[in-house]
């Protein structure tokens, strides 16, 4: 079984400023890893994802986050957020086989402040 | 592309009453759909998983004969509340992928769930 742990629940930035949303995930075998982003009263969007190869994955909106194997980790950045950045961010998880279920973690609300 | 659907975006009903709401997927044939319960402020807990043609696979803790769910078609499901009560009052989101092997789930707008 695997699990998501998103360390922060509320991240509030200023615009123009950078932003580490932090994602740990524990499972006992290999997984895809995503992030998701949901705007108020909407369903989520698919951010980036990792499924194998480069560590570094860039995604929409300007977002990038890092496969990191030894520490578990996959860490969401953006190096100047905006305004429209504001929302709840997932990490979610699955395995590679079997039914593909998503195990997301509590979520991150990041605010961006003028 | 990668389009879901969900019908309708807001539901407000009586204690008792049922309520169906619909996930379509709008550009592509969906061979699975996830339905996913939301409360405020909380994560997506997964309900029910569905395979086009088959009976769906439920997650513990969630009652198949309360929450009826439908997969008729490759670009159709459908999850019906029964007798709905207080407790089921929720944000419902469905996801579609292309089966087995394609790793990405798309997601719908999500429908919120009043019941009085």
Known sequence: AQSVTQLDSQVPVFE??????RCNYSSSVSVYLFWYVQ???QGLQLLLKYLSGST???????????????QTSFHLRK???????????????????????????????????P | GAVVSQHPSWVICK????VKIECRSLDFQATTMFWYRQFPKQSLMLMATSNEGSKATYEQGV?????????A??????????SAHPEDSSFYICSASLGQ????????????????
């Open chain 2, 101 to 116: 092997g394609q790793e990405t789930q798309y997601f719908g707008p999500g429908t919120r769930l009043l019941v009085l």
């Open chain 2, 15 to 18: 204690s008792g009453t049922s």
């Open chain 1, 39 to 41: 705007y108020p009263n």
């Open chain 1, 56 to 70: 570094l994955v860039k995604g929409i909106n300007g977002f990038e986050a890092e496969f990191n194997k030894s």
């Open chain 1, 16 to 21: 123009e400023a950078p932003v580490e949303l």
């Open chain 2, 73 to 82: 078609s490759l670009t159709l499901s459908t999850l019906t509340v029964t």
């Open chain 2, 63 to 71: 009652e198949k004969d309360k929450f009826l769910i439908n997969h």
């Open chain 1, 79 to 113: 190096p100047s957020v905006h305004i429209s950045d504001t929302a709840e961010y997932f990490c979610a998880v699955s395995d590679l086989w079997g039914a593909q279920k998503l195990v997301f973690g509590q979520g991150t609300r990041l605010t961006i402040n």
